[in-house]
């Protein structure tokens, strides 16, 4: 447990000091997803941007000290600068950019719960952790309750909120022109996903998160996770059933009295173990879905 915390420190948050040679080596990679359209990666959660004679449009901002790596990227697709930048939600490596980029003219666009979580302190209670609240830069200027919509570059791009997933804050962008969907962290590809129960996620918000993606989705539809590789309605559908998989198993073990200590032992992953391999263990998400049924109301 003390190595998982000190993992997600660094995944989540960044230090000055802990962060100065780490982001030191990181290399980010530009991937070209369809016309005028690229994922980045580098450390934290994957980035989209749309380039075009109206400028670029860019989803998410990875960590701080990633900002200039990225717009030195970025500048390489595009002679323009970020006009808007739409948050999937509101987890540092994904937000960790917005102040740089809304310095240089960009205009950043999220769900309200985002700007709510931003501008507070606030306590991620699986890791005991606590993350200060923001400055105004970093903070949306358009936000969203439902859904939205954006007209730039000749694209529809279309905001959907869906309800308690990852987080209580989590936006779909789907780029309904170019058939691409960047589901932000409501999807880790092949991996257990992080559901931070502590700001409004739950387990049947994260899977009715995916069966509304899977909704927008066809065989032809390009799948942006907020952590992996490029991925499609196949490998989506097997992250749904793996969640459904999951939550049966454990839902079980619960109507016959099973503690949390005895589902780690039970084998409960039983088919999925490769995907306990990544940022979130298979003892960890046994222990997200335990405590998610386990709440006081």
Not at 181 to 189: A, I, K, S, V
Not at 267 to 295: C, H, P, V
């Amino acid at each position: 447990m003390k190595l998982f915390k000190i993992l997600y420190l660094l995944f989540l948050t960044v230090s000055t000091i802990n962060a100065q040679g780490r982001f030191d080596e990181v290399e980010v990679v530009t991937t070209k997803v369809t016309n005028e359209l690229y994922m980045l990666q580098g450390a934290g959660g994957n980035i989209a941007i749309l380039t075009g004679d109206d400028g670029v449009l860019m989803v998410d901002s990875q960590f701080a000290d990633l900002s200039e790596k990225n717009k030195a990227a970025i500048k390489k697709l595009s002679d323009h600068k970020v006009n808007f930048l739409i948050n999937t939600h509101w987890h540092g490596d994904h937000t960790g950019g917005n102040e740089a980029f809304a310095e240089d003219g960009a205009i950043i666009v999220a769900h309200q719960n985002v700007k709510n979580r931003l501008s507070k302190d606030e306590l991620i209670q699986a890791f005991s952790r606590e993350i200060k609240a923001k400055p105004k830069g970093f903070w949306p200027v358009i936000s969203y309750n439902e859904d939205m919509q954006l007209h730039f570059n000749e694209e529809e791009v279309i905001l959907i909120h869906v309800h308690n997933a990852h987080t209580d804050g989590d936006g779909l962008v789907y780029f309904a022109d170019r058939n691409v969907l960047h589901m932000g962290d409501t999807y880790f590809q092949g991996k257990f996903p992080f559901i931070d129960l502590s700001t409004g996620g739950s387990v049947d918000g994260l899977i009715e998160a995916v069966q509304a993606a899977m909704m927008l989705c066809d065989t032809e539809t390009i799948i942006i996770p907020g952590h992996g590789a490029l991925s499609d309605k196949k490998e989506l559908f097997e992250y749904y059933t793996m969640l459904v998989t999951m939550k049966h198993r454990v839902m079980t073990a619960i109507v016959e009295g099973k503690t949390v200590d005895d589902i780690k032992t039970m084998g409960l992953d039983e088919g999925y173990e490769a995907w306990g391999t990544g940022f979130i263990s298979s003892e960890k998400m046994l222990d997200q879905i335990w405590t998610d049924y386990n709440r006081e109301e």
